[in-house]
C-alpha cells in the first residue's frame, strides 16, 4: 500500500534502459527496488536487448526509481534511459516482471 505524504504528487513515466541490461538481473532487481520504494508498474526484456519499464507512484518515489535505473543492479551496463513521463492512472495495484 502506497502511503504519500500530504501535498504529494502522483506520476507515471515509462522507460527505455538500453545497455547491458539483459541477463545482468535487470529486472528482478528493478522489481524488488519498486516494493523498497512503493512504486507500481510492471519491467520486461524486449527484443531489441533493452528493457522497458512503467512504473506509477509518488513524484519523489518514481524519480528515485528513474535515478536508480540509470545505475541498475552491479553486473548492468546502463548507456542510456529515455524517459516518457505520461498521466498518472492509478491502474497497477503492484510491480510485476512482464514477459512477451
Request: hydrophobic share 40%; proline share 4%.
Amino acid at each position: 500500500m502506497l502511503h504519500v505524504e500530504e501535498g504529494s504528487s502522483y506520476v507515471r513515466a515509462r522507460l527505455k534502459i538500453c545497455g547491458i541490461v539483459q541477463g545482468v538481473f535487470f529486472r528482478s532487481s528493478m522489481r524488488r527496488k519498486a516494493y523498497e520504494l512503493g512504486v507500481t508498474g510492471w519491467v520486461m526484456n524486449k527484443i531489441d536487448g533493452s528493457v522497458e519499464a512503467e512504473v506509477e507512484g509518488p513524484k519523489e518515489a518514481v524519480e528515485e526509481i528513474i535515478a536508480w535505473a540509470k545505475v541498475g543492479p552491479p553486473a548492468a551496463v546502463v548507456e542510456r534511459v529515455d524517459v516518457e513521463w505520461l498521466p498518472y492512472e492509478g491502474k497497477y495495484k503492484d510491480f510485476r516482471i512482464r514477459y512477451w
